[in-house]
């Protein structure tokens, strides 16, 4: 899909694993493809739930830029964006929207004072 007209786009990774988690793969399975942590990144619009994009990857600066890259070549005009505190968005989201954009991140903090990302980069 191109030439989307959303105006409110929230990305969000979701964490899952192929055979075992990756801190348990024994030492065989360790950078083999389809073994380990694998992150869905899912940009969808806060108006219509349409999925605008989505990858399966790992949870690096590479796949950020290529997610927001994807994101960015589907839509019409300026939008605003809405991440989670995940810090590879920063650079990400500068270098591929440019100022065409508005963006916040979004980061909650619980009861406690934890940010709800414990694994932010």
Same mark, same amino acid.
């Given at each position: 899909?191109? +030439?989307?007209?959303?105006?409110?786009?929230?990305?969000?990774?979701?964490?899952?694993?192929?055979?075992?988690?990756?801190? +348990?793969?024994?030492?065989?399975?360790?950078?083999?493809?389809?073994?380990?942590?694998?992150?869905?990144?899912?940009?969808?619009? !806060?108006?219509?739930?349409?999925?605008?994009?989505?990858?399966?990857?790992?949870?690096?600066?590479?796949?950020?830029?290529?997610?927001?890259?994807?994101?960015?070549?589907?839509?019409?005009?300026?939008?605003?964006?809405?991440?989670?505190?995940?810090?590879?968005?920063?650079?990400?989201? !500068?270098?591929?929207?440019?100022? +065409?954009?508005?963006?916040?991140?979004?980061?909650?903090?619980?009861?406690?004072?934890?940010?709800?990302?414990?694994? +932010?980069?």
């Amino acid at each position: 899909m191109r +030439n989307l007209q959303c105006e409110r786009i929230h990305c969000d990774e979701i964490w899952a694993f192929c055979y075992a988690k990756e801190k +348990n793969l024994s030492t065989d399975k360790k950078g083999q493809f389809g073994y380990g942590d694998a992150w869905t990144w899912v940009g969808i619009c !806060a108006d219509s739930k349409l999925i605008v994009s989505w990858m399966v990857a790992k949870r690096d600066v590479q796949t950020a830029f290529l997610f927001v890259s994807d994101l960015r070549g589907r839509l019409a005009h300026k939008i605003q964006l809405t991440t989670d505190g995940l810090k590879l968005y920063l650079t990400a989201v !500068a270098t591929e929207f440019g100022g +065409n954009i508005d963006y916040a991140m979004l980061e909650k903090v619980y009861a406690g004072g934890g940010s709800g990302h414990p694994t +932010n980069q």
